[in-house]
């Protein structure tokens, strides 16, 4: 079991930036890919950002690539998710999530654990 706690969520300007974490409890975190989601009122949740096990290697969305870094400090058993140049579209519940997969999955229903979320608003 894993349980999986988010934080650094806020209300920020567009143009702004904000770094979110993810820390893990329970079972060994390292062997867990990380994975973060985002969910707006009336949409479909969303992969954001994925993170390998290892951390040698990442995923981002279109929407966000160029804007947002993934990293994870499996010695402190916490993943980042690092915002920047946010916009109103960004604005949604962000939710971490660990996958025990050899190989990074984009997908949410192949993800174990979920934390409860943070929310994120991005105002113009």
């Known amino acids: 079991q894993v349980q999986l706690v988010e934080s650094g969520g806020g209300l920020v300007q567009a143009g702004g930036s904000l770094r979110l974490s993810c820390t893990a409890s329970g079972r060994a975190f390292s062997i867990y890919n990380m994975g973060w989601f985002r969910q707006a009122p009336g949409k479909e949740r969303e992969l954001v950002a994925a993170i390998i096990w290892s951390g040698g290697r990442s995923y981002y969305a279109d929407s966000v690539k160029g804007r947002f870094t993934i990293s994870r400090d499996n010695a402190k058993n916490t993943v980042y998710l690092q915002m920047n140049s946010l916009k109103p579209e960004d604005t949604a519940v962000y939710l971490c999530?660990?996958?025990?997969?050899?190989?990074?999955?984009?997908?949410?229903?192949?993800?174990?654990?979920w934390g409860q979320g943070t929310q994120v608003t991005v105002s113009s």
């Open positions: 999530a660990a996958d025990r997969a050899l190989l990074l999955s984009t997908l949410g229903r192949e993800y174990d654990y």
